[in-house]
């Protein structure tokens, strides 16, 4: 069936290490992934995204790695600060349009 | 700011009463999406509206009733809701044909019934 899963609900970094979230997803027509950041009181809110035919993609200080032998999925966060502290979600399309299935989430607490 | 506004941003309400939740987008996006966030779940995909169409409903029950009236505004608007039915309600929009399904959210509408 269509699940979006994640391997650890809480992730405890110091500040200044890298961060790596890993997701599982078990859809393999899905084509497009994405993750997004929700802080405290506001709405899920963009980082990266990635398509089927690119196993690594690059942002500002994020990373996102797709691994499509094995459906996994990761962000790495280089030197986290404490404003990357948040809950992250991963999602992916299931192969349709206009669609996400998102996975429960990702607690990342940046310790000082 | 996404470009996606909710309203309410809270919203206490008896299992009696009537209320609406209104969403708005300014990115010039042609699909919106109701989700709802209970604690410790996925986000719920409620309801999608395609160029002002309802394209998925997905079991929602009746007590929670959308409104697409243009590709700006969603509605949801809700009537005799039980208490297992607080929760965050998020909006989010995208551009549809895109064919990369980013979606943009808005705050949500945090709702509690009594």
């Known amino acids: 069936g269509e699940s979006v899963g994640l391997h650890l609900p809480t992730l405890s970094v110091q500040e200044g290490d890298n961060s790596i979230i890993n997701c599982a997803y078990s859809?393999?027509?899905?084509?497009?992934f994405i993750w997004y950041k929700q802080e405290s009181g506001k709405g899920p809110q963009f980082i990266i995204d990635?398509?089927?035919?690119?196993d690594k993609r690059q942002g500002q200080r994020v990373t996102v790695l797709l691994n499509k032998t094995v459906k996994h999925l990761s962000l790495q966060i280089a030197a986290t600060q404490p404003g990357d502290s948040a809950v992250y979600f991963c999602?992916?399309?299931?192969?349709?349009?206009?669609?996400?299935?998102f996975g429960t989430g990702t607690l990342l607490a940046v310790q000082p | 700011e996404t470009g996606v506004t909710q309203t309410p941003r809270h919203l206490v309400m008896g299992m009696t009463n009537k209320k609406s939740l209104k969403c708005e987008q300014h990115?010039?996006?042609?699909?919106m999406y109701w989700y709802k966030q209970s604690a410790k779940k996925p986000l719920e995909l409620m309801f999608v509206?395609?160029?002002?169409?309802?394209?998925e409903n997905n079991s929602v029950p009746s007590r929670f009733s959308p409104e697409c009236p243009n590709s700006s505004h969603l509605f949801l608007h809700l009537h005799t809701l039980q208490p297992e039915d607080s929760a965050l309600y998020l909006c989010?929009?995208?551009?549809?044909?895109?064919?990369?399904?980013?979606?943009?959210f808005g705050p949500g509408t945090r709702l509690t019934v009594l």
């Open positions: 989010a929009s995208s551009l549809r044909g895109r064919g990369g399904n980013e979606q943009f």
């Open positions: 859809n393999s027509a899905s084509d497009y």
């Open positions: 990635i398509r089927s035919n690119m």
């Open positions: 999602a992916e399309n299931g192969g349709a349009t206009n669609k996400l299935i």
């Open positions: 990115l010039g996006h042609n699909a």
């Open positions: 509206y395609s160029l002002e169409e309802r394209v």
